[in-house]
């Protein structure tokens, strides 16, 4: 009988794509970075598979990611696709094969299925990565002695990178790893991680486009006190431009307003307190705008933020509102981060804010978002306050909402 012809055209891989093919062992680690192609890898290694008749599983860590990758393997498989259950995540193709599409965030679910092939997708992000491998997804291997692709960007030194180790173990001959950066896929243009290079802190742009395995816990402020050189003023000088960041605080937290030179990069006023009303901190910002007039005040709206900033304007302050979420704040802790690597801002020998600067904390969260906050016990108020000065200097470009 003449063979069978699949209509289904792939993606052409790029050299690293083939490299992670041919190299491939039964277990397989891909730490890579961002744009490398992964998604492009995974579809096609979940296709073999499904092509030859067989059951493959993709998983992620949640559903969100699982709904995302959804969309684009339906696309790109669609002219094999004989059935397709989106509730279930779960495709049939013309083969006979199955594609199964699992959120590790209910991984019991998955127990008692049987696979040829296993693929974690940003397996570094996953929660307890070593019980959903060891406990959930190799048992599904064991009938067809299926193989398992582990892909994923690196967050930090955590069971991925561990799973990273055992390919690079010539003990471990079922096991094999890669390290592949951004730059590996030749069609991303060198002048876009470039411009990442420059954008993001050194250790964030080694982990996302170099993909390599640092450790993150700890400190987010580096050369903190080499930049401790500016002196506070009591005024503005003459044709001077200034900006302020403002953090409100309420019972326990203490607000703080930090005046920055646009020129100069340099802080040249702070003022920090607590336990005041709205209307006296509304006068106090005033006051401070009499000294340094602003070009624009950068103020948190978060809470009750946003009455304090909507009264400011209508006295004719230029107050503009920043919503604090985990992703925003994200943005200008790593831009003041980079400000400081870069030499390009300069703050008060002021104990509290080099204190606050020294020990404030990153933590990895099980999405795989930084957070960003000060030790349990103290206090980060003149960090955001300085860090939404920053912004507004126009390091980073923001998404700022005015009332």
Same mark, same amino acid.
């Given at each position: ?15 690293? %794509?083939?490299? !992670? ?7 397989? !680690? ?34 969100? *990611? ?35 599409? #699992?959120?590790?965030? @209910? ?18 992000? &996953? ?27 690196? /967050? ?11 390919? %690079? ?6 096991? @094999?790893? #890669? ?47 080499? @930049? ?43 003022? /920090? ?22 070009? &624009? ?32 704040? @994200? ?20 104990? !509290? ?24 016990? *103290? ?15 126009? /390091? ?8």
């Amino acid at each position: 009988m003449p063979a069978t012809t699949i209509p289904l055209t792939l993606v052409r891989p790029h050299s690293g %794509q083939v490299q !992670v093919k041919l190299e491939a062992s039964r277990f397989n !680690v891909l730490a890579c970075g961002r744009r490398w192609g992964k998604t492009t890898l995974a579809i096609e290694l979940l296709a073999v598979p499904a092509l030859e008749g067989k059951p493959a599983a993709y998983f992620a860590p949640n559903y969100t *990611m699982v709904t995302e990758f959804w969309r684009e393997l339906t696309t790109t498989l669609k002219p094999v696709i004989a059935r397709q259950n989106a509730t279930e995540h779960r495709l049939e193709l013309i083969t006979g094969g199955v594609i199964d599409l #699992w959120s590790l965030d @209910a991984a019991d679910s998955v127990r008692g299925r049987k696979y040829a092939r296993a693929i974690p997708d940003e397996a570094a992000m &996953v929660k307890d990565l070593a019980h959903a491998y060891h406990a959930v997804i190799r048992p599904t291997l064991t009938d067809y002695a299926g193989d398992c692709y582990f892909l994923s960007t690196p /967050r930090g030194r955590n069971a991925f990178h561990q799973f990273w180790l055992y390919g %690079q173990d010539p003990t471990k001959p079922e096991w @094999a790893s #890669w390290q592949m950066p951004t730059t590996a896929n030749p069609y991303i243009p060198a002048s876009e991680v470039e411009a990442a290079r420059l954008e993001l802190p050194e250790r964030v742009f080694r982990q996302e486009f170099l993909a390599e395995f640092l450790e993150f816990e700890g400190a987010v402020f580096r050369r903190v006190l080499d @930049a401790a050189t500016a002196e506070e003023l009591p005024k503005g000088a003459e044709g001077a431009e200034y900006v302020i960041g403002a953090d409100w605080g309420r019972h326990n937290d203490f607000t703080v307003f930090v005046a920055a030179d646009v020129k100069t990069r340099s802080v040249v006023a702070m003022d /920090r307190f607590t336990q005041i009303d709205f209307e006296a901190q509304a006068n106090r910002l005033k006051a401070m705008c009499s000294r340094f007039p602003p070009r &624009v005040i950068l103020a948190e709206e978060n809470s009750f933020g946003g009455p304090v900033i909507e009264r400011l304007q209508k006295d004719g302050l230029p107050v503009r509102a920043f919503t604090t979420t985990n992703a925003t704040k @994200a943005e200008i802790v790593q831009s003041l981060a980079l400000s400081f690597e870069q030499g390009t801002i300069r703050i008060p020998n002021n104990p !509290v804010l080099i204190g606050e600067l020294l020990s404030y904390e990153a933590t990895r969260l099980p999405s795989g978002m930084m957070r960003y906050s000060a030790p349990e016990g *103290m206090h980060d108020d003149t960090v955001v306050a300085l860090a939404l000065a920053n912004a507004a200097l126009g /390091r980073k470009k923001i998404e700022l909402t005015m009332y």
